[in-house]
């Protein structure tokens, strides 16, 4: 089945740096990436929606500048948690969607700040 | 209004027991795509079905089974002879038709912890 990787599984960073993490589509054409988040014992809170080579589309609450969000390949997108916080500390995942319109998650990036 | 509600926060069984845990969903659309995933603790959603809203044939796969019934909007989720592995979070999803037919955004229940004891 198709498989969506990310990278890192896990970070720890101090408190004002900024935090990069990939999701790539290893063996299918990505059309749409999808970011979520999740914090402990909640459900996932969709974050972004990005199409390729298009600025991604923000959900309310959720600032663009702090997550920034490229989708620069049919197989590859970042979310970029700049001047990272203590209260940005969760579990990101991305998910992404193909041709068929499958939906397929990648395994998680748990982000803990310092 | 929550789009998709999993009344059950937390259930707990015994090795064997079946177990069905609740999902209610809310849509306008006639198109419709409900989902369920498993997410055990080391965070990975595990997809588990797929279902189109032309689609009510319950399903089963194994221990799995689906009922799914649009006239009290529910996709509930059985699993019989529950094993300690089955212990997870499941979560309950929604998408709507976007744009013909691809799939749109996800809405996702609160999800159900199930844990099984042996």
Sequence with gaps: ?114 | AQKVTQAQTEISVVEKEDVTLDCVYETRDTTYYLFWYKQPPSGELVFLIRRNSFDEQNEISGRYSWNFQKSTSSFNFTITASQVVDSAVYFCALSERNRGSTLGRLYFGRGTQLTVWP
């Design chain 1, 1 to 114: 089945g198709a498989v969506v990787s990310q990278h890192p599984s896990w970070v720890i960073c101090k408190s004002g740096t900024s935090v990069k993490i990939e999701c790539r589509s290893l063996d299918f054409q990505a059309t749409t990436m999808f970011w979520y988040r999740q914090f402990p014992k909640q459900s996932l809170m969709l974050m972004a929606t990005s199409n390729e080579g298009s600025k991604a589309t923000y959900e309310q609450g959720v600032e663009k500048d702090k997550f920034l969000i490229n989708h620069a390949s049919l197989t590859l997108s970042t979310l970029t948690v700049t001047s990272a916080h203590p209260e940005d500390s969760s579990f990101y995942i991305c998910s992404a969607r193909d041709l068929a319109a499958g939906r397929y998650f990648g395994p998680g990036t748990r982000l803990t700040v310092t």
